[in-house]
């Protein structure tokens, strides 16, 4: 703890003749070793506490500066050592300015009477109108978001959250702002009511109120040029520049909102992306993502979602206000100029292409085309199993993670195939079936939650999606037994039985978490009781389901082995499980073929169309090779080939030790 000092009648002389005023010199106090030559042009009022200056900062250009104020007024702000302030042309007042912080060339940095630097503010997420408001906070987890907007039926659960989250802003509520150590302000205008992280870069913006810039050594974040922001927090290692609104905003870790992007009453989580477009009441899950200047995403749930050129949606269905919303499940994605008219729910990794009038419900029916044709809404479901580019969005997401904060806030389960899409897929067959039955066999189309599914379509769909069922159960049981060694029937038994009560029911997708719901409702009930009283608590607990996903999904899969296939693997014979290790074995082959035919359209002769501009169909070739390589060489499609061999390797490894207990 730094011990202060009053200035000597001689230090007062000499700061004074290097043109420093204060009204009332004895509210100064200075540490051991302070120095005055670090101080020039200065002026000050109210408590003042300075400490020493002995470093240097290297500017870009290769230009040194030491640590020192100059060119400043300051009030009611305590400035540690090894700061350096230059060029102020109003005042910094009543700010703790960490050591090693740098400012240079701003307007005004203040903070004005109590703040709580935009923890506590209410966004309207979802519904324009108000009724799922989100309460934001420095360490608000898209978790934490999904329940406070998606559970308004607990209002006691509501209420509990709402007393945690004013507990913590009490804590952070202060008459003084903090930029906290190594941060950057630089070409600044007006900052008022900012709290700034550790070694974040503010850069030329606008104009920024109410809010908070998390920042670590680990993960820095940036606010750029032209950035005008309004009752925000934005998280660690977060990006938000080039001319970006923001207003009643919170934006998660390693998001990158810019290029002239807006957003008001929205919430953006890990790895999400705004750039050109517009969003308003928007809970944007991990992995949102929309580039383009035509795209407006309004009072809808999206996650691992990629939104095309002109993509937009409607929340005046009726003449009530904007009151409508609409969820867009994990992983879908809209293609240009397309349309939704909320409300709507929209499958898990879906494309939808074209315009929807009539509030399509396809939650039960993942991986599916939603086409538009002659104003029908066209369904085609399970068709998005077999697209390459499906396939490629998994694979890529993990390795776009830009979080690098040892402390992350959103826990986010990356699989394609999980007990939350495959509870779908089964329900989707039923669905499949009964409309089949219902409407009769030699049906031309069938009609489900306003959508057409054509005859072919329909057939198609429950193969697919029964392909996609045995794929992931068999998956589940090769990393079950990977890493095992049995000898004997009991001792292939015991490493397959559960290893946890919970999962055998309904799961969800909690904002980019696959849970069972079972648990969600134990997690909602601790803290109607109490017993998960704070903030930190309640991330530990995500924590905990985040951690036990594998457990719980294994006793999902010994439920749906047992009622889809009839397959109990502490009574079945070697033979039923050799069986299924074959269905599985051919689901995946077959799948894997299906993307590997989808890969070989992008080779084809019509999308060569505009290659070798100036020469020969050999030239059209050659050049085609030269931008974008052999078919067999693409990454994708030698991933494909291998995961091909790869899984009949595992396949044919796991039927010889299992023939061996015979």
Request: aromatic share 10%.
């Amino acid at each position: 703890m730094n011990k202060y000092r009053s200035l000597s009648t001689e230090e007062i002389g000499l700061l004074e003749a290097r043109n420093c005023y204060c009204s009332d010199w004895s509210l100064v106090s200075v540490i051991d070793g302070f120095r005055i030559e670090s101080l020039r042009n200065v002026t000050f009022s109210g408590s003042i506490k300075i400490g020493q200056f002995n470093r240097s900062f290297t500017f870009p250009g290769g230009v040194e500066k030491k640590a020192g104020i100059s060119n400043a007024t300051l009030h009611n702000c305590i400035i540690e050592s090894d700061a350096y302030i230059n060029q102020v042309k109003n005042h910094i007042a009543n700010y703790h300015i960490h050591s090693n912080v740098v400012i240079e060339n701003v307007d005004s940095i203040i903070t004005e009477k109590q703040s709580c630097f935009g923890n506590g503010v209410p966004v309207s997420a979802l519904n324009e109108a108000g009724g799922r408001e989100i309460y934001i906070y420095n360490d608000l987890s898209a978790h934490t978001a999904y329940i406070m907007a998606m559970y308004r039926h607990e209002p006691a659960v509501i209420q509990q959250l709402q007393k945690m989250i004013n507990d913590y802003k009490a804590k952070i509520c202060s008459s003084m702002g903090t930029i906290q150590e190594g941060a950057q302000l630089i070409n600044c205008r007006t900052i008022i009511d900012i709290n700034i992280g550790k070694f974040a870069k503010v850069e030329g913006i606008y104009r920024l109120t109410n809010g908070t810039i998390n920042s670590s050594a680990e993960a820095p974040s940036y606010f750029g040029p032209g950035v005008i922001a309004e009752e925000f927090i934005a998280a660690s290692g977060s990006k938000v520049s080039d001319s970006a609104l923001l207003s009643k905003c919170f934006v998660g870790q390693g998001c990158e909102l810019g290029k002239h992007y807006s957003a008001e009453n929205s919430v953006f989580f890990a790895n999400s992306q705004g750039f050109h477009g517009e969003a308003c009441s928007v809970f944007a899950g991990p992995y949102t993502v929309t580039h383009h200047k035509s795209t407006l995403l309004i009072a809808g749930y999206f996650s691992f979602m990629n939104a095309g050129s002109g993509s937009n949606q409607s929340n005046h269905m009726y003449k009530l206000g904007p009151i409508h919303q609409g969820v867009v499940e994990r992983g879908s994605k809209t293609t240009s100029d397309s349309y939704l008219l909320w409300p709507a729910h929209i499958g898990a990794f879906s494309l939808v292409m074209g315009r929807h009038y009539r509030n399509p419900d396809t939650s039960q029916l993942p991986f599916s085309y939603l086409i538009e044709n002659k104003d029908e809404s066209i369904l085609a479901p399970g068709v998005n199993l077999r697209s390459v580019g499906t396939i490629r969005d998994a694979r890529k997401w993990p390795k776009r993670d830009k979080r690098t904060d040892t402390k992350l806030l959103d826990y986010i389960n990356f699989n394609l195939l999980s007990p939350f899409t495959i509870q779908k897929m089964i329900n989707g067959k039923k669905v499949l079936k009964a409309l089949r039955k219902s409407s009769g066999a030699t049906s031309d189309y069938y009609m489900y939650n306003s959508v057409k599914i054509e005859s072919g379509a329909l057939v198609r769909g429950i193969q697919l999606y029964n392909t996609g069922i045995i794929k992931f159960l068999g998956n589940a049981l090769i990393k079950k037994l990977e890493d095992v060694i049995f000898e004997s029937l009991s001792e292939l038994r015991q490493s397959l039985s559960k290893t946890s009560e919970c999962g055998i029911g309904e799961w969800i997708d909690m904002a980019g978490m696959l849970v069972p719901k079972e648990r969600v409702k134990t997690l909602l009930d601790d803290l109607q009781n109490g017993s998960v009283s704070n903030l930190e608590e309640l991330n530990g607990r995500y924590a905990l389901l985040h951690d036990n996903y594998f457990d719980y999904a294994w006793t999902w899969c010994l439920k749906v082995f047992k009622e889809e296939y009839d397959l109990d693997f502490q009574t079945a014979e070697i033979d039923q499980i050799l069986s299924f290790v074959d269905d599985w074995k051919k689901s995946v082959i077959d799948l894997d073929n299906m993307v590997y035919a989808d890969a070989h359209k992008e080779f084809t002769l019509n999308t060569q169309t505009g290659f070798g501009i100036d020469g020969t169909e050999e030239t059209r070739i050659q050049d085609f090779e030269q931008v974008r390589g052999e078919f067999e060489k693409h990454p994708s499609v030698q991933d494909i080939s291998n995961h091909i061999r790869v899984k009949s390797r595992l396949a044919e490894e796991l039927k010889e030790r299992l023939i061996l207990l015979k």
